[in-house]
């Protein structure tokens, strides 16, 4: 399938990029990436993405639009509160580009829906906002064999890994399993800065874009951290866990687990 001139026009920029071209831009237009949550990470991140043109743009969240997203979650405006928020995030996008499909689901990602929702994307990303979510968005990515971009925030700290199943370490590899609850503060305890959320989402957006043109170097084995008030990224060295429960040799995980969630909107 050839792009018209509009869209000729409209990916102008990544088209004379020689690590991108015509070639590149063609199998953007073919990916299919799943984002989960519409808020803090998933509204830069699902922005853009859709400004790039990936063809299909999965988004999955539960929760509506409250006014205390607004200091962050870019996507949602004003008059969005009590929207259901992939609602809000579909709106945007369509307004943003028609070229892209949404695919909107109003839910939480549980072990009932997560591997049918995977199987149907090639990147996911990881824009969850508690613990629980992130070991089952790790588990699922794992079983199904599917690149995903884990991406968290707090306070004035962020931190970035990607994640490609049997190639690379995966979440349990560094974190074996959810923290008891109540032991790490939620964004609702702790606060965040806003714009840590535009960093952090815009960089998960990038990777997802490199695991899909199969360019530079992706964030395998290393997990970046961002320390937004001394502005200084730095690189932890990873490595894959043998003994992991999900990806080692010997799995012992091999269906998801529904931990208890304690859900606040990053």
């Known amino acids: 399938m050839s792009f018209t001139d509009e869209q000729i026009k409209r990916y102008s920029r990544h088209i004379i990029l020689p690590e991108v071209g015509g070639k590149g831009q063609k199998k953007i237009r073919e990916s299919r990436v799943l984002v989960i949550g519409a808020g803090g990470l998933g509204s830069p991140a699902a922005y853009y993405l859709a400004a790039a043109g990936v063809g299909t743009l999965g988004i999955i969240d539960g929760d509506v639009v409250d006014l205390s997203n607004l200091q962050r979650q870019i996507i949602h405006q004003t008059p969005d509160i009590g929207k259901p928020k992939v609602i809000s995030a579909k709106e945007k996008i369509e307004a943003l580009n028609p070229d892209v499909e949404v695919k909107a689901y109003q839910a ?123 502005m200084e990224f730095r690189e932890i060295r990873i490595k894959k866990n043998p003994k992991c429960p999900v990806c080692g040799e010997n799995p012992t995980i091999k269906e998801l687990i529904d931990y208890e969630q304690e859900v606040c909107s990053i």
């Open 108 to 230: 939480l990602l549980t072990s009932q829906n997560a591997l049918d929702l995977f199987r149907e994307y090639d990147v996911i990303l990881d824009g969850t906002d508690n613990f629980p979510a992130k070991f089952l968005s790790n588990d699922a990515a794992v079983i199904t064999n599917k690149p995903l971009v884990h991406g968290g925030i707090l306070r004035f700290i962020g931190q970035v890994l990607s994640i490609v199943p049997h190639k690379s370490a995966c979440y349990r590899c560094v974190f074996n399993s959810p923290p008891p609850q109540g032991l790490i503060p939620t964004c609702q305890e702790a606060g965040v800065v806003g714009v840590l959320a535009g960093v952090i989402g815009t960089i998960q957006a990038t990777e997802a874009l490199k695991l899909i043109l199969n360019i530079g170097e992706p964030l395998k084995d290393r997990l970046m951290t961002f320390d937004a008030q001394k």
